[in-house]
């Protein structure tokens, strides 16, 4: 067995997943969640469907990193003897800024560097570098370690399509700039969608729809990200969950004036309590959004359009930027199964040669597969994305590359 843990901390959790790289399975996944507010673990082990979740003492990212370690090494769960059986971690970081072009081995300036864009990114930075700092602590010494960036694949952006209409001073001094994010993703399904055409991606102009509870598109050309919809957050783009997506700059000044928020409430406002949840006052599920549209909500029928709106936007001004498209993939929670979605976003669209077969549409959930007609100029697929897989591959790519160095 070729065993890789993939790390996945956020400020309050600690979600993991040990996969066997030599078939690629799922030994065993998992949280350690409600750090530093209690405590709650759960482990699974997806071959013999063990289920186990118990309460726990979590004060900071350490106990809950000792906690991962007992459940995979003792007790009734678990599937290894000891630590030293796994051949290295990967951690998913989500701001790598411009200093991390691509995933790299961890040292302790590496776990330095990525605090320090704590700023950049709060929610997720600074409990990354703790998250970091605990498994250096507890792992056996010598385990490699490998940070892979939600932001690093859209490092290849023109500074046309990174710049915003702000003073460039404020881009130099406090790195103000669209940076993208969901980049692992972006880029496994856009590589998965080059294989199953049987194309090189060198020759493909791509649009890659991850529409989940966080929803990005990306122009994908040559294999390279062009452009993104998310921005300096993930906050930008199209509406989402609970996140309102563009807006216009004055409306957000106009708000907090008539609110009175200061810019944490703002920004919780526009993180929380916008998006689905915000325009429908239904839910942030795409689900129930469906559902109660379906049974005659007229603010969920509208949230739906304006969902399916905005992403029609996005490719329209992607097959501009890009001078045309070859494909069109849909990826994430709803893209890979809400065919109501993927009917209405290519409904319509015969100016750019798409046309998809709506009948084998409404069968594809979760799966692999071409939607589109013979005769659409632009093929469209569903292709379920996997950034665990994908940091565990990148995970042994760059120790193999850091071994021959
Ligand atoms: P995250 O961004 O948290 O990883 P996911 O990619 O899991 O989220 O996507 C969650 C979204 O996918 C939710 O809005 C959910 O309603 C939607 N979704 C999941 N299954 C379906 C389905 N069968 N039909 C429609 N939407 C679905």
């Given at each position: 067995m070729n065993l890789v843990l993939v790390v996945n901390a956020g400020s309050s959790s600690l979600k993991y997943q040990l996969l066997d790289m030599d078939d690629e399975s799922v030994i065993a996944k998992g949280n350690c969640d409600r750090i530093g507010i209690g405590g709650h673990v759960s482990h699974k082990i997806p071959a013999t469907g063990y289920d186990y979740e118990a309460d726990c003492d979590f004060p900071t990212h350490t106990e809950a990193f000792e906690k991962l370690v007992e459940v995979l090494t003792t007790g009734d769960g678990k599937v290894i003897d000891s630590m030293s059986e796994i051949s290295a971690v990967g951690h998913r970081i989500v701001q790598g800024a411009e200093i991390f072009d691509k995933a790299c081995m961890v040292t302790d300036e590496v776990i330095d560097q990525i605090d320090g864009l704590s700023e950049l990114a709060p929610v997720h930075n600074h409990p990354h570098a703790l998250a970091l700092r605990a498994c250096t602590k507890v792992?056996?010494?010598?385990?490699p370690q490998v940070v892979v960036f939600d932001t690093a694949f859209h490092q290849t952006m023109p500074p046309k399509a990174y710049l915003f209409g702000l003073p460039y001073e404020d881009y130099k001094e406090y790195h103000v700039r669209r940076y993208g994010f969901h980049g692992t993703s972006h880029r496994f399904v856009s590589h998965s969608l080059a294989d199953a055409m049987g194309k090189d991606i060198k020759d493909l102009k791509i649009v890659s729809c991850h529409l989940g509870n966080g929803s990005s598109i990306t122009a994908v050309n040559g294999g390279k990200s062009v452009d993104t919809s998310m921005g300096f957050t993930p906050l930008d783009g199209i509406i989402m969950g609970t996140r309102c997506g563009a807006v216009d700059p004055s409306a957000v000044t106009f708000v907090m004036a008539k609110h009175g928020f200061d810019a944490h409430q703002m920004s919780e406002y526009m993180n929380k309590k916008s998006g689905f949840l915000g325009l429908s006052g239904v839910g942030s599920d795409n689900r129930d959004i469906c559902a109660a549209a379906e049974a005659g909500n007229e603010r969920a029928k509208l949230t739906s359009d304006i969902l399916q709106y905005q992403i029609k936007r996005y490719i329209g001004a992607y097959a501009a930027i890009m001078n045309g498209i070859d494909a069109v993939l849909f990826t994430g929670g709803i893209g890979e199964n809400s065919w109501e979605v993927r009917e209405a976003v290519c409904a319509d669209m015969s100016y750019f040669g798409i046309e998809i077969d709506r009948e084998l549409n409404k069968t594809v959930k979760g799966k692999l597969m071409k939607i589109s007609t013979p005769s659409s100029k632009v093929e469209v697929w569903v292709v379920p994305t996997n950034e665990e897989l994908l940091i565990a591959r990148d995970t042994l790519a760059v120790i193999a590359e850091n071994a021959k160095k």
């Open positions: 792992l056996p010494k010598g385990t």
